[in-house]
């Protein structure tokens, strides 16, 4: 398991059937992003369900 699965931007994708990184990046950070490891991801926010519904109530 890595930490995109555990990401706000991680996407699943009903059309390809796969699940995918929604972050939009200009062509510079793009290659930024691919040359990092992605453990140690700039972009990543932990996806809390339970504090979204906070924000609702």
């Known amino acids: 398991m890595s930490a995109c ?4 931007h991680y996407a699943y994708d009903d059309e390809y059937e796969c699940y995918f990184c929604d972050i939009n990046l200009d062509e510079d950070e793009m290659a930024r992003f691919m040359s990092q490891s ?3 991801c700039h972009y990543f926010q932990l996806y809390d369900e339970y504090k979204i519904v906070e924000k609702q109530n």
């Not at 699965?5 to 706000?8: D, K, L, Y």
């Open 5 to 8: 699965e555990h990401c706000a």
């Open 38 to 40: 992605m453990d140690n």
